[in-house]
């Protein structure tokens, strides 16, 4: 390996190691040539969103021009041509070595442009739709490199954890998306259980908040059963990774449920000796093992 590309692999890893605890720590449990695969993706989503919203006291439209200029790159670099970016090498790599649907990686940059405009979802299939490229593709991205014994039957599930992990990541972050001017609960949602964007804005978790977060937690564990199925399918060596990063996530909205469902109070997180015992877990499990949610 080259030294720019792998360079390129260490800069996506430390994005993934800084940003992403929850996923890093179960990429732990990879075997070493598949991890960089997986940090490459990671680097490569998370630059992305970067762009979008570290620079969000710039206008949408130098943003736009920013993730516009880094996509052409990207695309450039798709083409053959040379890339002068400190992370596009791996992902360019990555795409090559494993074949990947190019189509996905349009769905994901379609879904960080509508981050720069887009300030609410009507109803929740409206959000799926946004979810389609900022989530359910980063499933089937990383089908590939996990491996499985039916790539078919695998497909649907990768997408559903994909769904599964960023629902969790919207209900974990209601204040922090208000703060950047976004709401990711639909809009349907919030009529019907008769709150405003501004109730949650005050931060205060009343009954008809609290009664509209455990809906949305609901919402996402049927993602996870929908999920569970397709680790089974995984290669052996991928099932601990995922495993863990399925049993951690899902351990979130355990946390926001034994909170109350109060979100404002304090940030969920899985307490480290409960991440620890999963991993080991996790590893224990022999492959093949019906996935679920409790740990």
Same mark, same amino acid.
């Given at each position: 390996m080259d030294t720019d590309l792998a360079a390129a692999y260490e800069r996506c890893r430390e994005l993934h190691r800084e940003h992403?605890?929850?996923?890093?720590?179960?990429?732990?449990?990879? @075997? %070493?040539?598949?991890?960089?695969?997986?940090?490459? +993706?990671?680097? &490569?989503? /998370?630059?992305?969103? #970067?762009?979008?919203? $570290?620079?969000?006291?710039?206008?949408?439209?130098?943003?736009?021009?920013?993730?516009?200029?880094?996509?052409?790159?990207?695309?450039?670099?798709?083409?053959?041509?040379?890339?002068?970016?400190?992370?596009?090498?791996?992902?360019?790599?990555?795409?090559?070595?494993?074949?990947?649907?190019?189509?996905?990686?349009?769905?994901?940059?379609?879904?960080?442009?509508?981050?720069?405009?887009?300030?609410?979802?009507?109803?929740?299939?409206?959000?799926?739709?946004?979810?389609?490229?900022?989530?359910?593709?980063?499933?089937?991205?990383?089908?590939?490199?996990?491996?499985?014994?039916?790539?078919?039957?695998?497909?649907? @599930? %990768?997408?559903?954890?994909?769904?599964?992990?960023? +629902?969790?990541? &919207?209900? /974990?972050?209601?204040? #922090?998306?208000?703060? $950047?001017?976004?709401?990711?609960?639909?809009?349907?949602?919030?009529v019907e259980f008769g709150v405003t964007v501004d109730d949650l804005r005050a931060g205060v978790t009343t009954p008809a908040i609290r009664a509209l977060i455990k809906a949305e937690v609901a919402q996402a564990r049927e993602h996870y059963a929908a999920a569970a199925p397709g680790i089974p399918l995984l290669e052996p060596a991928s099932q601990a990774c995922m495993r863990t990063a399925f049993q951690l996530y899902g351990g979130i909205l355990d946390e926001i449920e034994a909170a109350n469902y109060d979100v404002f109070v304090r940030r969920a997180t899985v307490p480290n000796r409960r991440r620890a015992a999963v991993a080991v877990r996790s590893l224990l499990t022999r492959p093949g093992t019906p996935v679920h949610l409790a740990a």
């Open positions: 992403g605890r929850t996923y890093y720590l179960a990429t732990r449990l990879l @075997p %070493a040539w598949k991890r960089r695969h997986v940090h490459a +993706l990671y680097g &490569f989503t /998370r630059f992305a969103d #970067e762009i979008v919203d $570290r620079t969000e006291s710039q206008p949408p439209a130098q943003r736009a021009a920013e993730l516009n200029a880094w996509s052409t790159s990207f695309l450039a670099g798709l083409r053959g041509e040379p890339v002068e970016d400190p992370l596009l090498p791996a992902v360019l790599h990555t795409i090559a070595v494993f074949g990947l649907d190019l189509e996905d990686f349009e769905k994901f940059l379609h879904s960080m442009e509508m981050d720069l405009t887009v300030t609410g979802y009507p109803t929740y299939e409206d959000l799926l739709g946004y979810m389609e490229g900022s989530a359910a593709v980063i499933g089937t991205m990383m089908l590939p490199i996990l491996g499985s014994s039916d790539p078919v039957a695998a497909r649907e @599930p %990768a997408r559903q954890l994909g769904f599964a992990f960023q +629902l969790t990541n &919207f209900i /974990r972050d209601i204040a #922090e998306d208000l703060a $950047r001017g976004r709401v990711y609960l639909p809009e349907e949602h919030l």
